[in-house]
């Protein structure tokens, strides 16, 4: 049996075997496929990369490129959408594309409330729902409607209407909602389902619709809802039933659409909102930052987590919580502990971080590895290098490139007044991230991302604090979006140059690395 022919679900369900411990050799036979099948599985599901068919070759539709453009700036613009910096010549402005590139996209977004009588110079239809909560979170999401007295008609124009309709389906596209058919159990969880139930009782909404693509809500609980309600397991149905009901309502709240902004770079996970406000969370409900299992790192280029990922994480979190140092032993049954995996799977992963160099494995068992001046010299040479020719490359693409990576200056202006280092520490590596990601040159960019995960760990076991130099990486950043806007080149090159100087001084000083050679530094880094 050839590979593309087998079910997403019976290849997730081979890789979970594999990695609860059945020899692959077994599992092969029982699916149907070759050994080498599914070790090409495993090797995708330890990267974090969803197992269904692989893109053919070929240059991909405008269409289909600009739909994913659109979505990221329609997700993100919370409120702000009913400004003309939103309308479609204001995107079309922004991102480099035809006005009616984006115009098409903006319809496929809002659906049923761009249909004909609800356009330019029409009347608004009398709507005669109101929303009345949003619950999000890995494996459900719950849309709920209130039936309100008489009609209502809305205190919105149908334009404005269509425009905030687009942007939660556009929250939904640019969340990656559509990987959760792909996920696997082991995934953690950031609100458990009993939490969006619990929600969906209390609210008892007249009309509620679920994207349930595991059929984790249980019909017996379904049951008890006395309003009218619909399961969809696959996205598509679920997103055309969305824009059928919000072609009924009365107003999208802004709210809402500020809520999905700011969660929508992490999934959506953690969204619970009503018609009242933000939900309160339940205290016993688990989340990625209460766990420590994964916490808030924007910088991912990725919204699932590969197994080494998450372990990568929990390390960190240990690292902070147990005072481990340079050197130390890692304690093992912890983390079986903490993620609830087995033995074997647990092994694999840390000796892949072992091969990624986020380990020390020479003197038996893992340890926290010995990090030394000449460690981050080079480490620093690398990223330099890389950064250079990832942001000529960036330079020379198509201004819609730089759409996430706006989008991820904006969250560095956002936290730099929380003043908290961990937290501008990660929005500025998601800033980096993007641009690696943007710059077209994939393979630059994976060895980029290796550097950054290394990066992640050094920070973590020198317990640097990069609240200090907020104010430094905020200009840095500036100029490097500044230059890259302008189609400078050697500009964005100069500025990233100055970053990387001022964060290995940063990184050595704060270290305590009183060797540090900057003799070196200096010949190492300087241009040739």
Request: net charge positive.
């Amino acid at each position: 049996m050839a590979g593309r022919s087998v079910d997403v679900a019976v290849r997730n369900s081979a890789v979970g075997a594999v990695f609860a411990g059945t020899p692959m050799t077994e599992v092969a036979r029982d699916v149907g496929v070759a050994h080498s099948t599914v070790r090409r599985w495993v090797a995708r599901a330890a990267r974090g990369e969803p197992l269904t068919e692989r893109p053919r070759p070929g240059r991909p539709r405008i269409q289909d490129t600009a739909d994913h453009v659109v979505a990221a700036v329609l997700a993100t613009a919370g409120a702000r959408i009913d400004s003309q910096d939103f309308s479609t010549r204001g995107v079309a402005t922004a991102t480099g594309l035809s006005q009616s590139v984006v115009s098409r996209s903006v319809r496929s977004f809002a659906g049923e409330a761009a249909r004909p009588g609800t356009g330019r110079g029409a009347d608004n239809p009398a709507r005669g729902h109101v929303l009345s909560l949003v619950a999000v979170g890995y494996p459900v999401l719950v849309v709920g409607l209130d039936r309100v007295p008489g009609t209502v008609g809305a205190a919105r124009s149908a334009r404005a209407l269509r425009r905030r309709s687009a942007a939660v389906v556009a929250a939904v596209h640019a969340a990656g909602i559509d990987g959760w058919a792909d996920r696997t159990k082991s995934d953690h969880r950031q609100v458990q389902e009993e939490e969006i139930l619990r929600l969906l009782r209390s609210a008892d909404p007249d009309r509620w619709l679920a994207f349930d693509p595991h059929g984790d809500l249980a019909e017996d609980d379904l049951e008890e809802l006395s309003g009218e309600g619909a399961v969809h397991a696959h996205l598509d149905d679920f997103v055309a039933h969305v824009q059928t009901v919000l072609g009924s309502v009365a107003d999208v709240p802004g709210s809402l659409l500020d809520l999905l902004a700011a969660r929508v770079s992490r999934g959506l996970e953690g969204v619970l909102w009503s018609r009242g406000g933000q939900v309160p969370r339940s205290t016993e409900s688990k989340t990625f930052e209460s766990t420590g299992l994964v916490p808030d790192s924007r910088w991912l280029p990725r919204e699932n987590l590969s197994m080494t990922e998450q372990l990568a994480y929990a390390l960190r979190q240990e690292i902070i919580d147990s005072g481990y140092r340079s050197g130390d032993r890692i304690r093992v049954r912890v983390l079986m502990h903490r993620l609830g995996v087995p033995r074997s799977a647990l092994d694999a992963a840390l000796r892949r971080m072992v091969d990624d160099e986020l380990l020390d494995g020479s003197r038996g068992g893992f340890r926290i590895p010995t990090i030394t001046a000449r460690d981050v010299l080079d480490l620093y040479v690398a990223r330099q290098a890389l950064g250079t020719i990832l942001l000529r490359g960036l330079a020379e693409a198509p201004r819609r490139n730089l759409v996430p990576v706006r989008q991820a200056f904006r969250r560095i202006e956002a936290v730099a007044r929380t003043r908290r280092g961990d937290e501008v520490e990660d929005a500025d590596l998601r800033f980096q991230q993007e641009i690696a990601r943007a710059s077209g040159l994939d393979q630059t960019a994976r060895t980029f991302e290796s550097l950054t995960r290394r990066l992640r760990m050094y920070i973590s076991v020198l317990r640097l604090d990069y609240a200090p130099a907020t104010e430094r990486i905020l200009y840095d950043d500036r100029r490097i979006l500044s230059r890259l806007e302008q189609g400078d080149a050697a500009g964005a090159v100069d500025a990233w140059r100055g970053k990387i100087d001022n964060a290995v001084r940063h990184m050595s000083g704060t270290a305590a690395h009183r060797r540090f050679d900057v003799a070196l530094w200096q010949r190492l880094s300087a241009p040739r």
